[in-house]
Structures are given as structure tokens and as C-alpha cells.
T-cell receptor, first 114, second 111 residues
């Protein structure tokens, strides 16, 4: 069974203090690893998709990286508006009844103080 | 705005009742997914439809059912509601089996 574990559960940063969020996964053949941002009471907002080990993607202050066992979301010089829950999800290779399904971690709650 | 719409935004009902949640996917997306998010379980996959046909099933209860119509909108039907069914229900859509875009969700409260 596919599993995703995110750490830490919560992270408090000062504005400008860079840090990283971790996503460890086990999956029967990775099709893609996804990062989403979720604000309270809202739907998850897509950030990145990573497909193979060594791949990196960047968007503003965020950079996502992927290895064979984990992914990191690096946040450089965060601002208060980066405060949100960051969710990691994996999708297994197509086939059988698992086609399309995303398996999510519990998320990391990020708070950035001014 | 992801382009995925869900109605209603909020729903309050009583135990034993039946409700229907509606989702309209992004223009051109053939796949619709339903997820449940509760405080203790996180985001859990329920079911996927592709162009009107069921494609994948998660741990969806027998009291829950879904369908996708010819115009590609989808409905999630929840019956014999229990207190534990209170949660946020999200719909997502995709044009391929990969990146899924989520709607704003329906918050269900069962009293």
C-alpha cells in the first residue's frame, strides 16, 4: 500500500528564515509526486509535479526536489503570506484500480511570523 | 481559481438523511475525482470517473455513490448519514491521469 509521511507536522519560521519540509514515500512504482498548498477551509492549490529522482522545480520562493525515497520543499526567505498547510501526494503507475488515485500525507502546517 | 466548481459550499443536515454534492470540472477535463478530508484522516481518495465511467475506487463506503453525467459534471451522493461523515468533500479534475486541480470544497456537517 502506498504511504506518504510528512515532517515536521508544524513549522514556525521568522520572516526571511529559510527552511525545508520533508516528504517520505513508499509507492509501487512512482508515476508522479505532487506538492499542494492549502489555506484553511479552501481546496488544495497545485504547486509542483516531480516525476523522477534528481528532478527539481522552482516557483518564486519555493523549490521542490525528488529522490527515490523522499521529496523536499525548500522555502527561501519566506514571507507571512507563505503561511499555509503544505501537502505532498504520490500517484502510482497506471494500472488496475489505482489509476489516478493520489495518496496524501498529513501535511506540514507552516506559520511565518513577520 | 482552479476552474473547478462545487456546490453547495456548506451543508448542514441530520443523521440518517441523504445529500447530493455537485462538481463541475475544468473545461476540457474528462476525469473527476472525489476526496474526503477530515481532521483525523487527512485527504482520502474516494472515487474517480473518466468520461462517464468509473475508473478507480478508494475506501468509499457503500452508503456513498457517485456518477458522472454526459456533460462531465459529477455528483456524490451520501446516504444514511452518520456524525462521522462530517468533513470537507473535495472534487478535483484533470485532463490526464496526472495533475489534479481541486475545487473549493463542500463542508458537510451532520448533526
Amino acid at each position: 500500500e502506498d504511504q506518504v509521511t510528512q515532517s515536521p507536522e508544524a513549522l514556525r519560521l521568522q520572516e526571511g528564515e529559510s527552511s525545508s519540509l520533508n516528504c517520505s514515500y513508499t509507492v509501487s512504482g512512482l508515476r508522479g509526486l505532487f506538492w499542494y498548498r492549502q489555506d484553511p477551509g479552501k481546496g488544495p492549490e497545485f504547486l509542483f509535479t516531480l516525476y523522477s529522482a534528481g528532478e527539481e522545480k522552482e516557483k518564486e520562493r519555493l523549490k521542490a526536489t525528488l529522490t527515490k525515497k523522499e521529496s523536499f520543499l525548500h522555502i527561501t526567505a519566506p514571507k507571512p503570506e507563505d503561511s499555509a498547510t503544505y501537502l505532498c501526494a504520490v500517484q502510482a503507475m497506471a494500472g488496475g484500480t489505482s489509476y489516478g488515485k493520489l495518496t496524501f500525507g498529513q501535511g506540514t502546517i507552516l506559520t511565518v511570523h513577520p | 481559481d482552479s476552474g473547478v466548481t462545487q456546490t453547495p459550499k456548506h451543508l448542514i443536515t441530520a443523521t440518517g438523511q441523504r445529500v447530493t454534492l455537485r462538481c463541475s470540472p475544468r473545461s476540457g477535463d474528462l476525469s473527476v475525482y472525489w476526496y474526503q478530508q477530515s481532521l483525523d484522516q487527512g485527504l482520502q481518495f474516494l472515487i474517480q470517473y473518466y468520461n462517464g465511467e468509473e475508473r478507480a475506487k478508494g475506501n468509499i463506503l457503500e452508503r456513498f455513490s457517485a456518477q458522472q453525467f454526459p456533460d462531465l459534471h459529477s455528483e456524490l451522493n451520501l446516504s444514511s448519514l452518520e456524525l462521522g461523515d462530517s468533513a470537507l468533500y473535495f472534487c478535483a479534475s484533470s485532463s490526464t491521469a496526472e495533475t489534479q486541480y481541486f475545487g473549493p470544497g463542500t463542508r458537510l456537517l451532520v448533526l
